[in-house]
C-alpha cells in the first residue's frame, strides 16, 4: 500500500514539472479554458474508530469560466478499508466505490506580481455526487467533499479537506472524514 502511494505521488511530481516546462508553448484557443485536475488522497482520519479509512483517486475535467473560477466533472475512485496494513488486493477489508460529481474550484487568494508570494495562491475545491457500487452497479451513497488547496506556481499542489459519505439502505454509513491530498492542474 505504501508502495502504490508512494508511485502516485511521484508520477504526480514529474507530471507537475512537465506541465510546467511545456506552460509556454503555444496551444489551440479552444483549449485554453479546459482544466483537468488529477489527485490523490493518500491517507484520511475517520470520525470515530469503527469508521473505514478512505483514499481516493480522482480525475476532474472542466471549464474555466474566468481567472478565479472554474466547473468540473469528477470521477474518484474510494476506496475504504479497515485494516491499516492490508494491500488493496485483500477484498475481504475493501470496498470500493465510484464517485461521480460536479464541483468547482475558486481561487481565494493570488499572490501579488513582485513579491515573494507571486506564484503562490489557495483554492476552495468543492464536490458533490453519488458513490457507485462497481459490484452492484446502483448507487450506495451520497458525498459532498471540500477542500483547501495550495499552489505554489504550476507544480503540485498540496491541499487539506474533508470527505462526507452518507449512505444508502444497502450499507448504513455516514462517515465524515478528514483528508491531505496532492495533486496536479493543468
Keep these: 500500500m505504501k508502495n502504490q502511494i508512494f508511485t502516485i505521488v ?27 485536475d488529477l489527485s490523490a488522497i493518500p491517507f484520511s482520519i475517520s470520525s470515530n474508530d469503527y469508521d473505514p479509512q478512505l483514499t481516493t483517486y480522482s480525475l476532474a475535467l472542466g471549464y474555466q469560466i474566468n481567472d478565479k473560477l472554474d466547473f468540473r466533472i469528477n470521477v474518484d475512485q474510494f476506496n475504504f478499508y479497515r485494516n491499516t496494513e492490508m494491500t488493496l488486493l485483500d477484498t475481504d477489508n475493501l470496498k470500493r466505490l465510484i464517485g461521480l460529481s460536479i464541483g468547482s474550484n475558486l481561487i481565494v487568494f493570488q499572490g501579488k506580481q513582485e513579491t515573494f508570494l507571486e506564484n503562490i495562491s489557495f483554492g476552495l475545491n468543492g464536490k458533490f455526487g453519488a458513490g457507485i457500487s462497481p459490484e452492484h452497479s446502483e448507487q450506495e451513497s451520497l458525498f459532498w467533499d471540500l477542500s483547501l488547496r495550495m499552489n505554489v506556481g504550476k507544480v503540485p499542489y498540496f491541499g487539506i479537506g474533508v470527505n462526507h459519505q452518507i449512505s444508502g439502505s444497502m450499507t448504513n454509513y455516514n462517515q465524515l472524514s478528514s483528508y491531505i491530498t496532492i495533486g496536479v492542474n493543468f
Design 10 to 36: 511521484l508520477i504526480i511530481l514529474f507530471t507537475g514539472v512537465y506541465a510546467q516546462e511545456n506552460e509556454d508553448k503555444e496551444q489551440p484557443k479552444a483549449f485554453d479554458k479546459i482544466v483537468l
